[in-house]
Each structure stands twice: as C-alpha cells, then as structure tokens.
Antibody
C-alpha cells in the first residue's frame, strides 16, 4: 500500500522559511515523479511543484518560482520542499502526491496517491 | 495555462439520485488528460477517474467519466451516502497542471 507522510509544517512569520518533508513507502520511490499540491483554507487545489524520478528535472508554479525549491533523496525515500520568502498567501495545507501532472515518454500521469498533508500558516 | 471551470458550484441531491458534474477547459485538453478526484472533509483527495473516462483502482462502477476537447463530465449513477463530498477536476497534459474550483455534492 502506498503511504506518503508529510511533516515540517507550522506557523512562520512573513518573509520566513520552512522545509517540508514527505516520506514515502509501499512503492519504489526512485521510479516515480513526485509533486507538491496545496490547498488554502476553504479553497481549491493548486499544483505547486514537481520533480522527476531522479530529481534531475524540477518544475514550479509561477506563484512560487524563485522562492520554493523541490528536491528528493531517493536513498531515504523522501521528498522535500524548501520554502523561502513566505507570504500570507502561501498559507495552506501542503500535500505530497505521486506523479501528479508529470509527463515522460509521451505519457502524462495524474496524482494517483496523496499524503494527508501538513499545514503551513504564514502570519505575524 | 489552462483554466478549468466546474459547474455547478454546489449540487443538492438525495441518495439514489443521479449526479452530473461538469468541467469546462479554456482550451483543448491534450489527449484527454483529464482526471477527477473526490475529497471528503478532513481528508486528502482520492483519484477517481483518469484519461477522462478510466476508473482508478477500486473505484465503483457507479462513477463514470466522459468528454473530450474542452468539455468533460463526471456522472455518479446512483448516489450512495458516502458519495457526498467535493469533486475536483484536473488537466495534467499541459504545464502547469491545473485544477478546477470544485463541485460540492451535498445531501438535499
């Protein structure tokens, strides 16, 4: 069974930083692209960032480009999201998801597994 | 980026009734790379449909997806009590992947 467990959320002041982690189990982590998707309170879903299975390719939403960095450690089955220069509008529940809009070899893949999320609150 | 518009915003129905949810794209969705997700309060989304019409593993056959190009539909043939939730559509064939605003299916 695929399991994704996020951690690292919390309360941070505007301009601050946080690092989110997502530990994966139940599948061969190094074979799959991974993504972060967020959901502001009472709002819809927003794709944030994705990385290829090797970590060699990364992609970002325009709203976070230049402030967030996605990375992964395949030896630890762990996905990360380094978030800098945080703003109030970054307040959301951040989900780790498997695949989720990544395209490779002529095929594209939906978000087929999700974690339970970690809450990030940006407020003074 | 492709903007997805879901309608209606809220659908009030009774158990046993048929639910029809719409997702309209601002431009054609590549190769029908359109997915539907179900989200219950306090839970993560769950993949229901991918490729516009393929059910994900373990999804009951009362859920069906259809459409192509810019117009897509999720149909729940007979609502069960556990189907009352928010449903999100997503296109994942063009970068960036984008989601619709969601449709809430509530008990009438």
């Amino acid at each position: 069974e695929v399991q994704l467990l996020e951690s690292g959320g919390g309360l941070v002041q505007p301009g601050g930083s946080l690092r989110l982690s997502c530990v994966a189990s139940g599948f061969t982590f190094s074979n799959y692209a991974m993504s972060w998707v967020r959901q502001a309170p009472g709002k819809g879903l927003e794709w944030v960032s994705a990385t290829s299975n090797s970590g060699g390719s990364t992609y970002y939403a325009g709203s976070v480009k230049g402030r967030f960095t996605i990375s992964r450690d395949n030896s630890k089955n762990t996905l990360y999201l380094q978030m800098n220069s945080l703003r109030a509008e970054d307040t959301a529940l951040y989900y780790c998801a498997k695949n989720c809009g990544y395209c490779s070899g002529g095929n594209c893949y939906p978000c087929d597994s999700w974690g339970q999320g970690t809450l990030v609150t940006v407020s003074s | 980026e492709i903007v997805l518009t879901q309608s209606p915003g809220t659908l009030s129905l009774s158990p046993g009734e048929r639910a029809t949810l719409s997702c309209r794209a601002s431009q054609s969705v590549s190769f029908s790379y359109l997915a539907w997700y179900q989200q219950k309060p306090g839970q993560a989304p769950r993949l229901l449909i991918y490729g516009a019409s393929s059910r994900a593993t373990g999804i009951p056959d009362r859920f069906s997806g259809s459409g192509s190009g810019t117009d897509f539909t999720l149909t729940i043939s007979r609502l069960e009590p556990e189907d009352f939730a928010v449903y999100h559509c997503q296109q994942y064939g063009s970068s960036p992947p984008t989601f619709g605003g969601g449709t809430k299916v509530e008990i009438k």
